[in-house]
């Protein structure tokens, strides 16, 4: 062990950067690529729109508007790694917010219970959907798209209306305020105000780190990778091929349970355009954070990476006097169009050695 | 005995059985339901032309968009391997670019900029452009398919709204509005004209051209395709600027329909229907072999569909709802696993019999 690290260090130090780099697994190449974007574009918006992205409030801000949509994104990235895709995400999210907010306005409900139909749903609709992609070998795009539609369906179903909901403990858990000590700002008068950041990026924070640690360190983390790398050799070293894809279906559909909950507490009102694109902005994630759709390729971090990368955007798009409506969309897909070109280019260079 | 089931099975076993069986069971439902729905009735419409009208009429009628886009899937589907979820928002694009064409910055014209005829080309040529990115994504980039196409189902309909400045531009030259509706003194439907003349034109293109056999072998395995001379990225590639061509017709009857444009509603969830008309013709959905008229029929039973849930009450925005049930219904049944099982209890089934035949 010892000898290699000294034959190791002289032999990196004397190699390029690119030579480096192109040493890298796929996995650390494409989070290498993605870390490096974010870090440029927010320089790039601190050095063209101001000091606002400056302070760590700034940052903060991204988590908590996009705490949903980092939970979504992770069950994304987890089925994008095991070789499928799951586009129904969008649409629990919007049905979960709506039957959550029903349940707790029209019928008195509270909110241990709403949470638990929130997961109920996202559950019913991952096993369900597991089970057609896994057992049943349908096409996982066909399978999701048909869920999106009856999620989307079932919402207008539930109540066609958006209302907002007045539900006061659930209020009162939705304004939860968590300072952060030591981070903050001085406004003006030298006063000092602490960052804070709400129970969503609580949740979701650990989600990422949960799914990190099991994608880097468990057994049925490695098994996804296997399986979405490639099916036919895991199955030979014996790993359950079909019960490793129920499973992630299974956990992206609970993440977009929980995502839709945390959506709910961000929006506080039940509404049928909820969360409309959000499976679109989740694959978006995924992929700026490096995971392959070919599956076997991806980081949860690089996710993470990835939901900032795509708010820093659309912060640049809206403060570079672009408001108008259309432009949001058009970066978003410019954006997935770059780095879906760079997966093929990194792969193809490989398959060319 | 062996001759009838010979031909039982080969009954069953056609591409057109399912959608039939479909629309039979459809059309009892609506029989006993209410046998209203099959009347046959001559209006005067709003220009005081009599014209036909009718459950029957509009469902071929309106079902003529989604045929002329279900033949467009079908071939990408056997080429690619994969379906086109863009079809809705390149509707927008192009619908937007033949009326930006006709009315350029004004958005109520007194008289329109160009004839009909060449704003449609305009939008042909925008929806094969839509078609050709799409294609080089998939083809050159190798990337799936629907993924390929997710980038523009987003974008679409934002650059669609970008092309007109969010305007809304109304025509009132009346030649523009019987395109999607009536000729006078013609109480058919004109787009039901412009299906069959796509029809036509795709039944001349299987007849004089390869398009289909090379195709199909695209789709069925492409390494093979290519040892034996045909080039799987130019067919890729091209499928999808074909696709692009019957959009853009598709387009075409969407906005004279109406003689104007809504950006965000136009043409919505079509993409779906049109997946699942390929679906319901009994075509692969993961490519290979196909039969056209198989979907078009397809399209038809899904338009009835609609419309039987239009009948009942059910809200537009509700009614994904439904179809989502049909298409994982379907798509169970015709997954291969499922029927190996089926055709496994039905021998078993079968020759249990036998046994206690000969005992």
Redesign the interface.
Known sequence: MGKEKTIAKPLSQNKSLIKQFNMLTDTNKLLTITIIVFVVMYICAVIFEGKGFLSPQALFNILINNAALLITACGMSVVMITGGIDISVGGVVALVSMSCAVYLDYHGGNVPVSILIALGIGLAFGVFQGFLVAYLDIQPFIVTLAGMFFARGMTTIVNSEPFNVTNESFVALKDTRIEIPFIGTYNKRGIFIPAYINIGVVVALAVVVFFFIMLRWTKLGRHFYAVGGNPQSAMMLGINVKRTRFISHVISGLLAGIGGYVYFMYVGSGSPSNAQGMEMNAIASSIIGGTMLTGGVGNIIGTLFGVMTLSTIKDIVASAGLSDPWWTGITIAAMLCLFLVIQSVVISNKDRK | MNKETNIFKKIVGNQLFIPLVALLILIVFNLINDPSFFALTIQNNIYGYPVLSGSIVSIIDFGSELAILAIGMTIVTAASG??D?SVGAVIAISGSTMLRALCGTNPQPETLRTSIFVAFLVGVIAAMICGAFNGL?VAF????P???T??????G???A??INE?RLPMIYEPKFGYIGNFIPGIPIPTPVFIAAACMLVIALLHKFTNLKLYTQAVGINEESSRLNGINPKLIKFSVFVILGVFVAVAALIKVTRISTITYSVIAK?IE?DA?LAV?LGGNS??GGKYNVWASVLGAYVIQFLTTTLYKLQV?S?????????V??IL??IS????RDKFSRISKNLKSKKTENGGV
């Open positions: 994969g379906q979820i994504l980039f190798k990337i799936p629907m993924v390929a997710l980038i523009l189902y987003t974008a309909r934002s650059i709204a970008w969010n969830d779906m997946i679906a959905l993961s809200r925005d509700a009614l994904p709802a439904y179809k989502a049930v298409v994982i798509v169970v997954s291969p696993i499922v």
